[in-house]
């Protein structure tokens, strides 16, 4: 099946829309994840019901490289990235009879959280999980930049400029801005060598 089809429907799904119910995570009384899918951490931690435990959040990335890898975890964050966009904008600009503002707030929330996850693992294990790993970086400078920007925002930048679009341009822009910045602090230590085939500027 393909990726996208498969990650859309799951991130539609009752068990783990609008949050992640009890048949793919159980929390304990302390609010403690005792058991979960991978996708239901990821949606705990980015959906708009739930609260964004910084702590959570520093111990899965110390952790995950011990029960997953880096390119099934930039999957799902990539995917739920752009579904959670291309939902906001289909439903600020497609076909629909009622503009939901409640349900584009969700999916802006998701958007706004799923961008500040990102940003934190770049910001921390840029070289630990990106700088020495081609076919990540390539994967994810070429997935923001055509699978989300050229396919989804730029057909819209043509139209007035709502608060919600503008919410999307920022985050997208701004993750752009701290790939690069990133990139280019670590291009200042001359003992990391990084090979100039990837697509770090997002050209």
């Known amino acids: 099946m393909n990726k996208e089809l498969q990650y859309f429907g799951l991130f539609n799904s009752h068990n783990y829309f609008p949050n992640p119910n009890k048949y793919v995570m159980e929390i304990n009384s302390d609010n403690k994840i005792i058991k979960s899918t991978l996708e239901a951490i990821i949606i705990h931690f980015t959906n708009s019901i739930d609260s964004l435990n910084y702590n959570d959040l520093n111990n899965f990335f110390i952790t995950y490289r011990s029960f997953t890898s880096i ?94 679009l503008k919410l999307i341009v920022n985050c997208i822009t701004n993750l752009k801005k701290i790939w690069i910045n990133k990139y280019n602090q670590c291009l200042d230590y001359p003992h990391y060598y990084i090979s100039n085939n990837t697509n770090e500027y997002f050209l």
């Open 71 to 164: 390119k099934q975890l930039l999957d799902i964050l990539l995917y739920r990235f752009k579904w959670s966009i291309k939902s906001s904008l289909d439903l600020q600009f497609g076909d629909n009879i009622v503009n939901d503002e409640d349900l584009i707030k969700i999916y802006n929330v998701i958007i706004i959280r799923t961008f500040i996850i990102l940003r934190h693992w770049i910001n921390n294990y840029i070289i630990e999980d990106f700088l020495f790993n081609n076919e990540i970086l390539e994967f994810f400078t070429t997935f923001i930049q055509n699978e989300i920007y050229k396919e989804l925002i730029v057909k819209h930048l043509d139209k007035e400029v709502n608060n919600n």
